[in-house]
């Protein structure tokens, strides 16, 4: 399979994202308290301590000099220290704006299937989803939308029309998206649940086929429904911008629980085959699982689904016998294990160092490095170049 080039290069930000939010912890998107910060602030003595006021007076401000330019070196730098905060925030929680400061964004801008998408992801409010399915039901992305609501994840429809019937948003996504791979997973996942293995196998297998994994994170980034959301209810400029790069980071990676079902669904088969002494038919299921993984660590993804993509891989590989080399791995799965546990210890260590240089960042800085991300799509170099900015030392 293909990948979507752009989408690739914003995977690494994604995992980034996600175990930055291992150290601040997630909150519900619906919850209006703060993270806990003060491990995190702990660490990185550059980031004001939340109990200190964000017009704090600089240190640099005490020196009998220049009045007027110790007031404007404070101001700036709390202005500095007023994004980094959002910044680091937003690692812990989504931003979020209540329905009142919706709505006269949908005034000016219409109710289109981005808008009412856009209000979805950022209020939490199921009303927008609701409508944006009844209005534009052939719409691939309020198909995917709703593929990955939690009511469908988890089975917990109950009496409503737009999510009772799996199959049949399954089946338009594909419609909708033939060339795009994730419809066809989140259809062999549909078959599994309605007890079809064979039929899901044989989704799994057309999925491998397809030139794009997309969940259009990318597209949803550069459109940046969500800064303009942030800015017509009031924030900001600069505050809006980050909110809305940071919503669209988080929302890119709904569905990790979708396909973290269905790496379930192809162990248990996978398990099933060596049991059976079907040594070959565990590898093609093995092959399977770790080629899903691996678009989920590298395809663009946000929020849980890296990890689950790791996962997966990980639990695919254990399976298998592990000193016997396999020429599609190129390895044996012992190796690849280990070698899976030093890329994530990698990422990790990137993690670090990405967070250190946001914590020494100014606001221009800042707001370059999500103008770098969002023109071209190459988080990766837009990381690179932060980073670079403040080398840990």
């Keep these: 399979m293909k990948l979507n080039r752009p989408l690739c290069v914003l995977g690494l930000i994604c995992v980034v994202l996600t175990v930055l939010a291992w150290f601040v912890g997630r909150e519900d998107r619906t919850s209006k308290a703060s993270p806990d910060l003060s491990k995190v602030l702990s660490e990185h003595s550059s980031v004001p301590n939340p109990s200190t006021p964000i017009f704090a007076k600089s240190e640099h401000a005490t020196q009998p000099t220049n009045t007027n330019a110790e007031e404007e070196t404070s101001s700036l730098e709390n202005e500095d220290q007023r994004l980094r905060r959002l ?75 737009l999510l009772g019937d799996h199959r049949k948003w399954t089946d338009r996504f594909k419609q909708s998206s033939p ?37 259009y994170s990318l597209a949803t980034m550069q459109d940046n429904e969500y800064g303009q959301m942030f800015l017509t209810a009031g924030h900001p400029p600069a505050e809006a911008q980050v909110e809305g790069f940071m919503t669209a980071m988080w929302t890119s990676g709904r569905y990790g629980y979708n396909m973290r079902w269905l ?52 639990t695919a590989l254990k399976k298998l016998p592990p000193d016997v080399p396999l020429d599609w791995l ?31 960042s100014t606001q221009p800085e800042i707001l370059e490095f999500i103008n770098r991300a969002q023109r071209s799509g190459d988080m990766t170099a837009a990381m690179q170049w932060l980073t670079a900015l403040h080398p840990t030392r």
């Design 330 to 360: 190129g390895k044996t799965p012992s190796t690849a294990l280990v070698d899976l546990a030093r890329e994530q210890e990698h990422l990790r260590a990137t993690a670090g160092q990405f967070l250190k240089a946001v914590d020494q």
């Design 179 to 215: 060339d795009n791979a994730l419809a066809y997973y989140f259809s062999a996942e549909e078959y599994f649940q309605q007890k079809q293995p064979d039929q899901a196998l044989k989704e799994i297998m057309t999925a491998s086929t397809k030139p794009v994994f997309d969940d």
């Design 263 to 314: 790496g379930g669904d192809l162990a248990i088969a996978e398990a099933t085959c060596i049991t059976n002494s079907d040594l070959s038919g565990a590898q093609n299921l093995a092959k399977s699982a770790i080629t899903l993984a691996r678009e989920m660590r590298t395809g663009g993804f946000c929020g849980q689904s890296p990890l689950f993509g790791f996962q997966i891989e990980e």
């Design 87 to 161: 910044f680091i925030e937003a690692v812990g929680s989504p931003p979020g704006l209540p329905d009142d400061d919706i709505e006269p964004y949908l005034q000016q801008h219409g109710r289109s299937a981005s808008t009412l998408l856009a209000a979805w992801r950022v209020s939490g409010s199921d009303q927008y989803l609701r409508e944006a399915a009844t209005k534009f039901p052939d719409d691939p992305r309020v198909q995917f939308a709703l593929l990955t609501t939690t009511e469908f994840v988890f089975g917990e429809s109950g009496d409503n029309p």
